[in-house]
């Protein structure tokens, strides 16, 4: 390979709605030298590779769309999965995006050359692209968390996790167990309950569900949004919802009283759901509503009412062959469901791949060492060209959508400026990571995550260092930030002006 030729300007990792709204967003603002990598064969992240049973976005659909492109046909106002992945490939096709993803690739190693401002990129077939800038884009809720359970090799039945869903097996007739009551639990309990011979649902920690203001949305519906302002209005409405119900609720829990009022509606609505006052107790979360991801439904609690459903909360001591050993109780079971949720504040997930920046220093040991943080959720220092979307401190609990328009809007600036300055190395600098750091940790106060009933939440919140990497902030903050920061914040170094080697060009560029 010809070392001062790189293959793409920017290597966009991901191919779900962080990479689509990424490659989107740098198409739109003329940087057209990039390429699109994932280890899926399709697009959507989240949504192409989990498809079990009642999957659906868990905040209004407005909310759950980019702003620029705004869709008038969800069928409910929280739409399913399929239509999520739907509009993934809508996006893809109408900003011509395919010809610029490559598929079934997974990257294992980046590498920084410091000595031509790169990165070099190792792909699980040991092959090797270069580009300027790399963007990770690789979401939180595509890696499936499996549970250290003594015994769960032994199970000779069918095991299978939420996020790798069997739609070859069927559940008809079969004594079921899940292991999880989070977010995906909520959804795929009520559905598979009226199908199969026995349910047991495995319980660790109960979640917080409040009613769900989801409704079919006809065609009448539908004619309104398309007339002057009227997706405008819904998504006002919509987001006002979701900023209220999280990040305003949990960031601001010591000033403002979202939090408890949603705590007496979620009392109410598990009293009026459940009919077993012992069931109802084991249902009752002991921990303040925010400390660990809620979810909204109005068919996950009445569940618990069905002759055929049973609820374990002692621990699992031990997977057998036929089945769950729970507290001197065996449950024989056919299907095991993991519903276990997602790798996302641990190794192995930001990134999803093997990260070394200058003097090769590897990005896990480096939040190892000093916490997981990043300037404004995107950069950290030593790891120049590198830009992540779902970084430390990047999300605020409002939608994903949300989040990629804010940070793809800081890189943009990044880039401008670079190319402005026919620089060929951001960085951000060490004082302004550890100013942001420090402004994190010092809005720990008016948080909900540092109540003391957070601690019998076991929410993937917190982190192996107990700190929750939330940006403690709004939603407009967040955008008002992004558009603001301080470009002296980073520097903006020029190849050929430190040494003698010219600067490199892209090979989209040289042909």
């Not at 990129?121 to 790399?134: F, Q, S, W």
């Not at 093997?354 to 990043?374: M, P, S």
């Amino acid at each position: 390979m010809n070392s001062t030729v790189v293959d793409h300007e920017i290597i966009i990792v991901g191919a779900g709605f962080s990479g689509i709204g990424t490659a989107i967003a740098l198409r739109e603002a003329g940087f057209d030298d990039f390429l699109m990598i994932d280890d899926a064969d399709g697009v959507g992240g989240t949504w192409h590779w989990n498809t079990y049973p009642g999957i659906a976005v868990d905040i209004p659909s407005f909310s759950y769309q980019y702003s620029f492109e705004q869709q008038r046909t969800w069928s409910r106002v929280y739409a399913p999965g399929r239509e999520l992945k739907a509009y993934a490939e809508h996006c893809v096709h109408k900003y011509g995006l395919r010809p610029r993803i490559r598929f079934s690739t997974t990257i294992t190693r980046a590498d920084f050359d410091e000595t031509l401002h790169l990165w070099r990129l190792r792909t699980g077939d040991d092959e090797e692209l270069t580009a300027r800038y790399v963007i990770a884009a690789t979401g939180v809720l595509t890696r499936p968390k499996a549970p250290e359970i003594a015994g769960a090799e032994r199970f000779t039945g069918v095991t299978m996790h939420t996020a790798r869903w069997d739609h070859d097996q069927d559940l008809r007739g079969k004594r079921v167990g899940i292991i999880g009551t989070g977010a995906s639990a909520v959804q795929v309990i009520p559905e598979i309950a009226p199908d199969v011979a026995e349910l047991v649902v495995f319980q660790r920690t109960p979640i917080w569900c409040l009613p769900r203001p989801d409704t079919a949305l006809p065609p009448m519906v539908h004619r309104l949004l398309g007339l002057p302002g009227g997706t405008l209005l819904t998504r006002w409405l919509s987001q006002a919802f979701v900023e209220l119900t999280f990040p305003l609720a949990a960031h601001y829990y010591r000033v403002l009283p979202m939090a408890k009022l949603g705590e007496r509606s979620g009392l109410a609505h598990l009293k009026a759901q459940v009919r077993d006052p012992e069931v109802r107790e084991k249902l009752t979360p002991k921990y303040a509503l925010g400390c660990k991801r809620p979810s909204f439904s109005n068919d996950y609690l009445k569940t618990f009412n069905r002759a055929n459903v049973r609820l374990d909360t002692d621990p699992i001591s031990e997977i057998t062959a036929t089945g769950v050993h729970t507290a001197g109780t065996h449950h024989q079971i056919d299907v095991l469901i993991m519903a276990t949720g997602f790798k996302v504040m641990e190794s192995g997930n930001m990134p999803t791949f093997d990260l070394h920046g200058i003097d090769g220093v590897r990005l896990e040991d480096w939040w190892d060492t000093h916490r997981l943080q990043a300037y404004e959720g995107v950069s950290v220092p030593g790891f120049p060209n590198f830009f992540s979307i779902i970084g430390p401190y990047g999300y605020n609990g409002s939608s994903y959508f949300a989040l990629i328009e804010m940070q793809t809007r800081h890189i943009l600036r990044l880039l401008r400026e670079a190319r402005r300055k026919h620089a060929t190395k951001i960085e951000v600098t060490p004082e302004a990571n550890d100013r942001f750091f420090q402004e994190m940790l010092n809005r720990r106060g008016t948080q909900v995550f540092w109540q003391d009933s957070c601690a019998l939440a076991n929410s993937y919140y917190f982190d192996k260092n107990g700190d929750v990497p939330l940006r403690a902030m709004s939603t407009p903050e967040g955008f008002w930030r992004a558009a603001h920061f301080n470009l002296d914040d980073y520097t903006f170094d020029t190849l050929g002006r430190s040494r003698s080697t010219a600067p490199t060009t892209s090979r989209a560029a040289a042909h």
